[in-house]
């Protein structure tokens, strides 16, 4: 069983940043940041897949980054140039072996962290 939980979250303005964290019990082989604004869809941000390659959603390429530390575990994305449309509930999510844009495939993802609420005002 792998535990995620976020950290990070908030309330910025337009064109502001902020980071999340993500914090796994174990390490995993795969992982991916999601999120679901108010009474819309989930959807794939960016993911690490297996050989450590990262892949974004094209509406955040250029503003996102995602990256991980191995020696604690943790994941994070670094989020600047902060739009009203990037307010949503971020999820991590953890799964196995993946190649490629893993963020696009939720199904791929076993475990899930509680979720960070990012508000961005215009």
């Known amino acids: 069983q792998v535990q995620l939980v976020e950290s990070g979250g908030g309330s910025v303005q337009a064109g502001g940043s902020l980071r999340l964290s993500c914090v796994a019990s174990v390490p995993t082989q795969s992982m991916a940041w999601f999120r679901q604004p108010p009474e819309k869809e989930r959807e794939g941000v960016a993911s690490?897949?297996?050989?450590?390659?990262?892949r974004y959603t094209d509406s955040v390429k250029g503003r996102f980054i995602i990256s991980q530390d191995n020696a604690k575990n943790t994941l994070y994305l670094q989020m600047s140039s902060l739009k009203p449309e990037d307010s949503a509930d971020y999820y991590c999510?953890?799964?196995?072996?993946?190649?490629?844009?893993?963020?696009?495939?939720?199904?791929?993802?076993?475990?899930w962290g509680q979720g960070t609420q990012v508000t961005v005002s215009s």
């Open positions: 690490i897949d297996s050989d450590g390659t990262t």
């Open positions: 999510a953890a799964g196995n072996r993946c190649i490629g844009a893993c963020y696009k495939y939720a199904r791929l993802f076993n475990y």
